[in-house]
């Protein structure tokens, strides 16, 4: 094969070599390598188990002692004289750590975890270590990287991968995938995860990045995908408790997901089928005019804050959410929104009014806030659509003009 920057190359596998020796002497030391205990669930056969070892964990845990060696010195000074190196750990570490520390964390621990890990502890095989370095070039001297997030989704089933838009996707997970990459991630799952009917999913973020392009917010678009779900289905949605990203197919992190996400909200589990992920798509995509409408962006706030609480405050904030969404006259005007004839306007008015005067949220009031907030963002134009609603109410405008609305 041909090697790309020989001269790196050549340092870079002293440095792997050399951090083997040492690692190898501390277990001959005494040191324990940990495990992790791994459960392969198969879908009518029996589970499987395996012990993984934590190279990465072994690894991190010596860092400092690593970078203090004298090849690890020798490695960093020769990815200083390399500009796509730099380019390269800025892009996977951020502004945070110094260039040495960046360089050290991306590319020589990096480095290092990746044939490790090939090896399945620390005897040397140098097929392992060309592959791991040959994948690190790809990445070093590319133009473009590929970013991946990935959390487990509890509470909603697909029969087949569901696109939501802009990289997002809602996908049964594979038997191992996260384990793969973290294998300590059997002790970051939700309990159940990948035996239950509604724990076997993950939402996933996929995006391609430019060279010196950022990386970008998971955890506030999973978090959108997340209010997205819920809107669209009335499901008892959540992410996480943690994501998991990768970057050019390597581990890159694992970050909390955002509270109001990763807290799972009582109700009962249901499937995404197709007519639901189109709506979600939509929701998904109109989240962003909250940004310019602040009414809009409480309404959404206060409906999700009230999937976790309890009367009397669950009425409090539907009241909020609704008023906020379509003003003072919101009973009327949501009858009109969300009933396709007059008994359907009547009943929703009849909850709604209840609401109003501050008795507890029904299940059937509590789902007029949902729906009426799924129709205002699929119309995409809130202040246009009042005025149509009033217009409707004083009868200048038939109800039959307005398009029908589908129950969701």
Do not use: K
């Amino acid at each position: 094969m041909a090697v790309r920057a020989p001269h790196l190359h050549l340092t870079l596998r002293s440095f792997c070599l050399g951090a083997f020796v040492f690692l190898g002497r501390a277990l001959e030391d005494g040191e324990e390598l940990p495990f992790a205990f791994e459960e392969h669930v198969q879908r009518g056969g029996p589970a499987l188990y395996e012990y993984r070892p934590l190279v990465r964990t072994f690894i991190e845990s010596r860092a400092p002692e690593l970078a203090a060696r004298e090849d690890a010195r020798l490695a960093l000074d020769e990815l200083a004289r390399e500009p796509a190196a730099e380019i390269f750990a800025r892009a996977h570490a951020g502004a945070g750590p110094t260039e040495e520390q960046a360089l050290f964390r991306t590319v020589l621990l990096s480095l290092l975890i990746a044939t490790a890990e090939s090896c399945g502890g620390f005897d040397w095989d140098d097929v392992a270590f060309e592959r791991a370095y040959d994948e690190l070039a790809r990445s070093l001297f590319g133009s473009s990287h590929s970013y991946a997030a990935v959390a487990p989704l509890l509470g909603i089933s697909v029969v087949t991968q569901v696109e939501l838009g802009n990289g997002l996707r809602v996908r049964a997970a594979a038997t191992g995938e996260l384990a793969q990459h973290w294998p300590e991630a059997q002790g970051l799952l939700p309990p159940g995860f990948g035996r239950e009917v509604d724990r076997y999913c993950v939402l996933e973020l996929e995006r391609g990045l430019e060279a010196g392009e950022d990386v970008p917010d998971a955890p506030a678009e999973l978090a959108d995908a997340v209010t997205a779900i819920r809107l669209a289905t009335a499901a008892p949605v959540s992410a996480g408790p943690v994501l998991f990203e990768r970057l050019d197919w390597r581990p890159f992190g694992i970050r909390p997901v955002l509270p109001i996400a990763a807290t799972q909200p009582p109700g009962e589990p249901t499937r995404l089928d197709s007519f639901r992920a189109e709506v979600a798509r939509v929701v998904l995509d109109r989240l962003s005019l909250a940004d310019a409408d602040t009414p809009l962006a409480e309404a959404l706030d206060r409906w999700e804050l009230a999937l976790f609480q309890h009367e009397p405050f669950r009425g409090e904030q539907l009241r909020g959410s609704l008023a906020a969404l379509l003003g003072d006259t919101w009973p009327l005007r949501a009858a009109v929104l969300l009933g396709g004839s007059s008994d359907e306007r009547r009943s929703v008015h009849a909850a709604l009014r209840a609401l109003a005067d501050g008795e507890p949220a029904t299940l059937s009031a509590a789902d007029a806030v949902r729906r009426a907030l799924v129709e205002v963002l699929r119309d995409g134009d809130r202040r246009s659509l009042v005025g149509s609603l009033d217009e409707t109410l004083l009868g200048l405008r038939d109800a039959h003009e307005r398009r029908a609305v589908a129950a969701v």
